[in-house]
């Protein structure tokens, strides 16, 4: 688990959110801070208020994404003030990348405030829990259904009772950079077969995008500047 997006009503209080989503997946480099980045710019574009919390304790990148490294987050009486990262105030993120020194800083934690991934993920969802609608976006990718972590992240959102908005299948096929055409290299479909095992809804499927990589590098706004690509009807 690694992100939550949701609408802020007011920084700093969870109550006033509407609606919140967990990104996850059970398996890193899948494409969480990926989607949960597209996904916020998405729903600015759709008008909403949205706040990005990024769990990832050892390799936070959506400060990068978003063009927000080395803002700084500071104290209140009610807690950290999440970093608003444009003018007008429409994202707001919270990073323990803004806990670091240096973007290459390494994050350390131990015993308590760290002990294991399965105690991340209990911790993140009975937190968030009392401040339903709660629902999980799980990300696969071909490779990683055929491993089976995406398949135990399933079990234990159906363990914790945590309700799956949907699976979407990243990096499913190739978008070349010249014709646009995408070309599956791996096995495709392994997201929505999955889906359908659970019992869950599919939500499409994302190929790998020479210019959304680029996009995220640049921290440029992929939906708007890429409609044409075949990445871009899921993502937006
Ligand atoms: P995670 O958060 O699950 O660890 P990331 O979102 O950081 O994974 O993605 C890993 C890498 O793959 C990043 O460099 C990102 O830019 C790239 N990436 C993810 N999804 C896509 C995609 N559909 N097309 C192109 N690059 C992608």
């Known amino acids: ?8 009503a007011e920084p ?35 008008g909403k208020k949205v706040g990005i919390l990024d769990v990832d304790l050892c390799g936070p990148s959506i400060p990068r994404m978003l063009r927000a490294e080395g803002k700084a987050v500071h104290q209140c009486d009610s807690g950290w003030v999440p970093v608003f990262v444009d003018q007008e105030q ?7 990348g803004f806990l670091l020194e240096r973007p290459d800083e390494a994050v350390v ?3 308590p405030k760290k002990n294991g991934t399965s105690d991340e993920h209990m911790a993140a969802v009975d937190a968030l829990r009392p401040y339903s609608p709660l629902g999980a976006l799980v990300i696969t990718t071909p490779q990683a ?40 290299i791996f096995s ?21 995008d020479p210019e959304l990589t680029r996009s995220l590098e640049e921290g440029r706004d992929f939906i708007q500047e ?5 990445a871009f009807p899921v993502l937006a």
Do not use: Y
């Not at 429409?90 to 323990?96: D, G, K, N, R, T």
């Not at 159906?158 to 010249?178: A, D, W, Y």
């Not at 890429?226 to 075949?230: A, K, T």
């Open 1 to 8: 688990m690694e992100e939550a997006a949701g609408e802020f």
């Open 12 to 46: 700093g209080n969870l109550a006033g959110i509407q609606h919140i989503i967990l990104v996850l997946s059970g398996k890193g480099g899948v494409g969480k801070s990926t989607i949960s980045t597209e996904l916020a710019l998405a729903l600015r574009h759709a």
């Open 226 to 230: 890429f409609p044409q690509s075949p």
């Open 145 to 184: 259904v055929s491993v089976g972590d995406v398949r135990r992240e399933l079990t234990f959102c159906k363990k914790t009772g945590l309700r799956v908005i949907g699976v979407v299948e990243n990096m499913s096929g190739f978008v070349c950079p010249h014709c646009n055409e995408c070309t599956n």
């Open 90 to 96: 429409s994202i707001s993120l919270m990073s323990v």
């Open 109 to 111: 934690w131990r015993g």
């Open 188 to 208: 495709r479909g392994g997201g929505e077969e999955l889906a359908r095992h659970a019992g869950v809804p599919f939500l499409g499927s994302v190929p790998l």
